[in-house]
Nanobody, 121 residues
Framework: QVQLVESGGGLVQPGGSLRLSCAASGSIFSIYAMGWYRQAPGKQRDLVAAIISGGSTDYADSVKGRFTVSRDNAKNTVYLQMNSLKPEDTAVYYC???????????????WGQGTQVTVSS
């Protein structure tokens, strides 16, 4: 079993910055990909940013140039640096991971508990 624990959410004014962290623990042989999704009230959960094991990244168009996803492989942790935040960035942010749990190819795919990000003056 794998656990994902997020931290770093909160209330910030428009134009401000926040850094989210998500640490994976448990039965981890290797991590293929980690990422961040967000869900605003009444809306679907959408991809914000993701990073795969080779270091390639993918971003939603709405956050390109403002958000940066990075990963510390030694700590099994993914980060989301969010700059120039806008009110429309307000949502619950969820960490996501695709994990190989043993040398034989068993895998786990799941979510963290979510962390609230509110951008408001």
């Amino acid at each position: 079993q794998v656990q994902l624990v997020e931290s770093g959410g909160g209330l910030v004014q428009p134009g401000g910055s926040l850094r989210l962290s998500c640490a994976a623990s448990g039965s981890i042989f290797s991590i293929y990909a980690m990422g961040w999704y967000r869900q605003a009230p009444g809306k679907q959960r959408d991809l914000v940013a993701a990073i795969i094991s080779g270091g390639s990244t993918d971003y939603a168009d709405s956050v390109k140039g403002r958000f940066t996803v990075s990963r510390d492989n030694a700590k099994n942790t993914v980060y989301l640096q969010m700059n120039s935040l806008k009110p429309e960035d307000t949502a619950v942010y969820y960490c996501n991971a695709d994990v190989q749990t043993d040398p034989y190819g068993s895998s786990w795919y799941g979510w963290g508990q979510g962390t609230q990000v509110t951008v408001s003056s």
